[in-house]
């Protein structure tokens, strides 16, 4: 079976590094550092009028986990390109792009193939379509970079618009809000009236 799309990156460790800290504002993202802005702001408020310290410490212990993941993806990123890719010597990945999956095969600078990785577009994590460039998250620290130069057939516009048509919308947002309630419907007096004068025809 052909692929759609058939695109030959060359490993490069600042490409590697910079996709892997973009996934970091599914954490850390504008919203949040405003919510920890807002609770320093009440911690603060708090300690200084009513010597309540209570608010400042969860704003504490709230830092310390996000500087602890920060330095995670920052070890992750370091580490993991001279761990994946320069001690086993490979320099190039291909990525082939189906109808229903991706096959990613992992090759040393002579083209030889190391070994081969499928991912189905369904358990796809997530997308980011940036200026230039698509960044592709295929499960927990793995992750894939593609430039427009890497690309042997199309555009990178038609690459990622293949992908929007595979691919659900949810996973082009890095950050997803769950709702874990469902939607609740309005009230109102002429719905009540509408329901009642069913009941009655029965």
Not at 118 to 126: A, G, N, Q, T, V
Request: aromatic share 14%; net charge neutral.
């Amino acid at each position: 079976m052909e692929s759609e799309y058939k695109v030959v990156q060359k490993l490069d460790k600042k490409k590697y590094f910079n996709c892997s800290m973009y996934y970091l504002k599914r954490y850390a993202g504008i919203r949040e550092i405003l919510l920890m802005t807002v609770l320093l702001a009440i911690g603060l408020w708090m300690y200084l009028a009513y010597d309540l310290i209570l608010i400042l410490i969860f704003f504490g212990i709230t830092l310390i986990l996000l500087l602890a993941a920060i330095v995670l993806f920052l070890i992750t990123s370091i580490l993991g390109y001279k761990h994946d890719f320069s001690s086993q010597n490979i320099y190039y990945q291909t990525l082939e792009f189906f109808e229903d999956k991706m096959i990613v095969t992992s090759q040393n600078i002579g083209g030889e193939a190391f070994y081969s990785e499928e991912h189905p577009y369904l358990k796809i994590d997530k997308i980011a379509i940036k200026r230039g460039k698509i960044y592709i998250y295929a499960g927990v620290a793995l992750f894939y970079y593609v430039y427009p130069e890497s690309i042997e057939n199309g555009s990178i516009q038609d690459l990622a618009q293949f992908l929007k048509d595979h691919i659900e919308s949810s996973k082009f947002k890095i950050k997803t809000t769950v709702r874990r309630f469902p939607k609740k419907g309005k009230l109102s007096l002429l719905k009540d009236e509408i329901e009642k004068d069913m009941d009655d025809e029965k």
